[in-house]
């Protein structure tokens, strides 16, 4: 008989529920899963290609040892000697790990646990800061905590959807999808896309403002004058709620509206038709993904967002809010175990001595990281300057993703240990490694991830673990274990669940918005039938609200939300030598750096080679006709790509997707040109906003 096994999809933040029937024969085949509440039967092409990425090319079947297959013990015990060593010869700072989105809620817990509570450093950090840090640093000073507010029924439910640096159609389609379904069954509803480029999602927009790069930020600052002058503040729910609106508002004011149609490049009519629908509209949902995240002023630009909504009350009621929407899979997850390099577990604060004491406490360990660790473009910089001698890749491909990645591809090379964990053994970064060990995937690991709207769901396996592949999270205790670490007997996911279950609620008095204490003592029963729950699920209180903040409750000890002042003019980086702005981004049909979805020739024929998308007056004025083959240089590095020249694009722009690897050569590795450029507040590099120049190749 076919099996049938619920699951959720490994790419994107949507977090859409997935059933997975294993035939007979052993063919599996995937449809979406009709009573999950983030897709409700909705897939969409990555989703629905899934079956064709579960084969055994490329995998890591057996622990390695540079050229050499070993078994688990030496592996295990090389790795647990040498960070070991390295630890008791240069500190516990001398070691890292760097993690990623892509792993479980549990495997996440674990690594975190082994690192902040054990070692003693908080040098843990993952690709999720290239991904939506900003966010977390713009809710963490407006909330007091990584809070998201609404839920993905708010973007049905809304009169008006802003959405703003996200090409939704192509990175979250099954919100696309489900946004395309309500506008046409409500007409009057409204759809504002905020891109420089004109992307697929413009298709349902009633007005697009292609505004100038990292214009957002005065956008939304002119916004928030407009709503004042226009009497559309909502003053008791300021009053009541909030502080810092004053400030927020002189610095607002800064622009004139002639400085903001300068500073976005927009002209003052189509700014006043936003601003004059904003206003007049109560329910406002305004979605922001890497478009507002990925910049060197993306914290302050989630902050001018969010001070336009806690300025007119429009939070946490049904079809109103911010929205931040996360990339990855579990970049929420990663959050809520704080896999992050500056905060603590279950949305504890690092920089808090009472929360290091209660998570010491916890987890009875000697000792707790006592300051941030590195964030990621910091992390490499330490491993390319000798002060880490011990890294610790897991579930990412950071000689392809990361800014810099020549230089990040160096450091690894030669730093003196390199461990990395993966489910393929030929990625550009598994081929660096000292220790490869063989990760199971999607399909065979079990565990839990979070998405956008805080919903929690189970990954289960449904076919056999090939070759000698393990768990991350296993790995990890192996690893604690033999470093002579207590506290990390787990034996499955589900212990590994319910402890962190339990430390959400402990000595949790309603202080702290992550709780899901309802599930401190599950079973491994239970754990398995583990339906999707948004949290808080707090102990003897069933859920009763999906939303935060319709009446204030923030979490800043006086329970009020900070409007925080912002003004950072917009960044300049173009020059004579690089007189073009780059924008890096996804593409329809490709996750990441290809390692799953490039083994669907299906997924691969939608864009089969890399390519750069260049306005036809800039290409005729380089010489270039489409197809072409370009240079694009940066001071950082060179790629070469397709032309392709289209008036989607801005003039004295350009558009490189991010997914190519350096396999056959660096041709499409457009990470290569990305400068190390981080945001003072979440480290988040800015890859959306390189200087460049190109030519005919
Ligand atoms: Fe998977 Fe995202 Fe597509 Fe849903 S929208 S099927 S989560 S890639």
């Given at each position: 008989m076919p099996t049938e096994t619920r699951t959720t999809c490994p790419y994107c933040g949507v977090g859409c529920g997935v059933i997975a029937t294993v035939a007979e024969d052993g063919a599996v085949s995937v449809k979406g899963d009709l009573d999950h509440p983030a897709n409700?039967?909705?897939?969409?092409?990555?989703?629905?290609?899934?079956?064709?990425?579960?084969?055994?090319?490329?995998?890591?079947?057996?622990?390695?040892?540079?050229?050499r297959s070993t078994d688990w013990d030496e592996a295990l015990d090389l790795v647990a000697a040498r960070f070991s060593e390295t630890i008791a010869t240069h500190g516990p700072d001398a070691v890292a790990f760097y993690v990623s989105g892509q792993l479980l809620t549990e495997d996440y817990y674990v690594a975190n646990k082994l690192m902040k509570g054990f070692i003693g450093s908080a040098n843990i950090d993952t690709?999720?800061?290239?991904?939506?840090?900003?966010?977390?640093?713009?809710?963490?000073?407006?909330?007091?905590?990584?809070?998201?507010?609404?839920?993905?029924?708010?973007?049905?439910?809304?009169?008006?959807?802003?959405?703003?640096?996200?090409?939704?159609?192509?990175?979250?389609?099954?919100?696309?999808?489900?946004?395309?379904a309500a506008k046409e069954r409500r007409p009057e509803m409204k759809v504002v896309v905020i891109d420089p480029r004109r992307t697929a999602t413009c298709d349902i927009a009633d007005l697009h403002l292609a505004l100038r790069p990292d214009g957002d930020l005065a956008l939304f600052n002119g916004l928030l004058a407009h709503l004042a002058d226009v009497g559309a503040v909502h003053c008791e729910y300021v009053a009541n709620h909030t502080s810092g609106f004053p400030q927020a508002l002189e610095a607002a004011r800064g622009l004139s509206p002639d400085g903001v149609a300068n500073a976005t490049g927009l002209r003052r009519p189509e700014i006043a038709a936003f601003y004059d629908l904003f206003a007049a509209t109560q329910k406002v949902v305004t979605c922001y993904s890497q478009g507002v995240n990925q910049s060197s002023i993306g914290t302050d630009k989630v902050n001018a967002i969010l001070n336009c909504h806690l300025a007119t009350g429009r939070i946490g009621r049904p079809g109103m809010g911010p929205f931040s929407l996360t990339g990855q899979p579990n970049a929420m997850g990663g959050r809520e175990v704080g896999g992050l390099a500056n905060m603590l577990a279950a949305h504890m604060a690092l920089e808090s001595a009472e929360d290091r004491d209660r998570v010491q406490r916890f987890w009875g360990s000697a000792t707790v990281a006592s300051k941030p660790g590195l964030k990621a473009v910091d992390m490499f910089d330490a491993v390319a300057d000798g002060r880490i001698k011990a890294l610790w890749i897991m579930s990412t491909n950071p000689v392809v993703s990361m800014p810099d990645a020549d230089r990040v591809r160096a450091a690894i090379e030669a730093c003196p240990f390199v461990v990395v964990s993966d489910i393929q053994a030929d990625t550009d970064t598994a081929r660096l490694a000292d220790v490869l060990l063989p990760a199971t995937g999607w399909g065979e690991k079990s565990g839990t991830v979070t998405n956008s709207e805080r919903r929690i769901s189970r990954q289960r396996p449904f076919i056999a673990t090939p070759g000698a592949a393990r768990p991350d999270w296993w790995q990890l205790a192996q690893i604690g274990r033999r470093m002579g670490f207590d506290g990390f007997d787990f034996t499955a996911p589900a212990e590994i669940f319910a402890e962190h279950a339990a430390l959400s609620a402990f000595e949790n008095d309603g202080t702290r918005d992550f709780d899901i204490g309802a599930h401190a003592t599950i079973d491994a029963a239970t754990y398995d039938a583990l339906g999707p729950f948004q949290w808080p699920q707090r102990e003897g209180t069933p859920q009763t609200e999906s939303r935060f903040f319709a009446n204030g409750g923030f979490y800043h000890a006086d329970g009020?939300?900070?409007?925080?002042?912002?003004?950072?003019?917009?960044?300049?980086?173009?020059?004579?030598?690089?007189?073009?702005?780059?924008?890096?981004?996804?593409?329809?049909?490709?996750w990441h750096t290809m390692t799953r979805t490039g083994k669907s020739a299906r997924l691969s024929a939608h864009m089969a080679e890399p390519f750069v998308e260049i306005h036809p007056d800039d290409a005729a004025k380089l010489e270039i006709r489409d197809a072409d083959l370009v240079a694009l240089e940066s001071?950082?590095?060179?790629?070469?790509?397709?032309?392709?020249?289209?008036?989607?694009?801005?003039?004295?722009?350009?558009?490189?997707?991010?997914?190519?690897?350096g396999e056959f050569s660096n041709a499409g590795r457009i990470d290569a040109l990305v400068a190390p450029v981080t945001d003072p507040h979440s480290g988040q590099p800015a890859s959306k906003h390189v200087a460049v120049r190109a030519s005919r190749h």
């Open positions: 409700f039967g909705r897939l969409c092409s990555k989703g629905s290609a899934l079956a064709e990425t579960l084969g055994l090319e490329g995998r890591a079947l057996h622990p390695q040892i540079g050229d690709n999720s800061r290239l991904c939506m840090s900003s966010s977390v640093a713009g809710h963490r000073r407006a909330f007091g905590a990584d809070t998201v507010p609404g839920t993905y029924e708010d973007l049905e439910l809304a009169d008006l959807v802003i959405l703003t640096g996200s090409n939704l159609a192509w990175c979250h389609p099954v919100i696309y999808q489900r946004i395309v009020k939300a900070r409007l925080v002042p912002v003004s950072a003019p917009v960044p300049a980086r173009t020059s004579s030598d690089y007189p073009l702005i780059l924008n890096t981004g996804r593409i329809r049909d490709q001071p950082w590095g060179r790629a070469v790509l397709r032309a392709l020249v289209t008036n989607r694009q801005q003039r004295g722009s350009l558009f490189a997707p991010m997914h190519w690897t």
